[in-house]
């Protein structure tokens, strides 16, 4: 047996290597593809009656990647958005395979020609500045965390960051003299500047003052940095507080990816341009901001109102139907 027809050294060297290296991919992003081969190897090993390490590279054939498709979306009940992240990992180490191996080079289409499943398009949710408002007034700026956990929604709202970026961001990424700024290390380890507001800068000064600059900004109970869950959970639980006085919260999903979208479509509705609103957010392309151009039913209604239908004909009076529409309609 060839070392190149096992798959664990090609696996190894994928994820170690490939990814680390080679693509230099965000941490997430390695995680995410790492975990769609924690839960592929199992599989496929189960149905080719064969141990994870004695797997060959052809016993993921296509068909088998297609049943493990339907086994995420019917028996874990994942969404196509997720299963769709996981073919991408299927695809990408196919792909890494097939340009090392000119002999895996047949297998390499065959797994690549699985499709995609094309996702009905969700709806972009986002606050208005009143549910903003009151999310905001949920913490007890009086003790030390409530007044973390203010600190840290503010900042979600103010920059349009990410979980994962308020949770790494680091005392000496904040500049909070007369011009405050903020520079956050996004997706793709690219940086990007955001201004502050005065107001946030204040409320953030008290969290690094007694902290190096290498130190975490935000920080738990404990004074352990904060992951992104534990940020996650501070949005969740006081919106669910703010849900109890504002009716219209009760059926959102708010998170702070919600927060990063509110940001963009005040943004938007205040006159700023979408490709500024880009750079703010750290998008790679325009096209990932122009929905926020289609979502915002505020400016859709002003655009509405503009419409000048002064001169349209009144509408006519509805008919009464005739002797013969009557007879028909008293017969079915």
């Known amino acids: 047996m060839r070392d190149t ?5 090609w696996v190894r060297r994928f994820l170690l290597e490939h990814l680390v290296a080679e693509r230099n991919l965000a941490r997430n992003t390695q995680v995410s593809y790492r975990d ?56 990408s180490l196919a792909r890494y395979i097939g340009a090392r191996s000119p002999e ?6 065959q797994v690549r020609s699985v499709p995609f499943k094309k996702a009905s398009k969700t709806v972009v949710g986002y606050l208005d500045k009143p549910e903003v408002d009151a999310l905001l007034r949920v913490p007890d700026q009086q003790t030390v ?31 909070l003299g007369t011009s405050p700024s903020v520079r956050i290390l996004g997706k793709g380890n690219k940086w990007r500047v955001c201004p502050l507001w005065p107001k946030t800068a204040v409320v953030l ?62 943004l938007l509705r205040s006159g700023v341009d979408l ?11 325009l096209d990932t901001t122009n929905v926020y151009a289609e979502v915002d039913l505020e400016m859709k209604a002003k655009a509405l109102a503009s419409v000048d239908i002064s001169g349209l004909p009144a509408a006519s009076r509805q008919r009464k139907p005739t002797a013969s529409v009557m007879d028909f309609m008293r017969n079915l």
């Open 205 to 266: 000064r008290p969290l690094i003052r007694d902290q190096g600059l290498e130190d975490r900004v935000f920080r738990g109970r404990t004074g352990e940095p904060m992951t992104r869950f534990g940020v996650h959970r501070v949005v969740t639980v006081c919106a669910e507080l703010a849900a109890q006085r504002v009716p219209s919260m009760r059926d959102k999903r708010i998170s702070p990816h919600i927060l990063r979208h509110t940001t963009a479509v005040h």
């Open 145 to 175: 965390l409530g007044a973390r956990d203010y600190a840290l929604m503010l900042f979600l709202y103010n920059s349009g960051a990410r979980a994962d970026e308020a949770a790494s961001l680091r005392a000496c990424n904040l500049q």
């Open 36 to 91: 769609s081969l924690t839960l592929l190897l199992p599989f496929v090993g189960h149905h080719a009656k064969s141990d994870v390490d004695r797997l060959l590279v052809e016993d993921i054939s296509a068909d088998r990647v297609r049943a493990f498709l339907e086994h995420l979306e019917h028996d874990r009940q994942c969404a196509v958005l997720t299963r769709n992240h996981r073919l991408a990992a299927i695809h």
């Open 275 to 285: 490709n500024t609103i880009r750079a703010w957010l750290g998008h790679v392309s």
């Open 5 to 9: 027809a096992v798959l664990g050294p």
């Open 104 to 109: 895996h080079a047949a297998w390499c289409a």
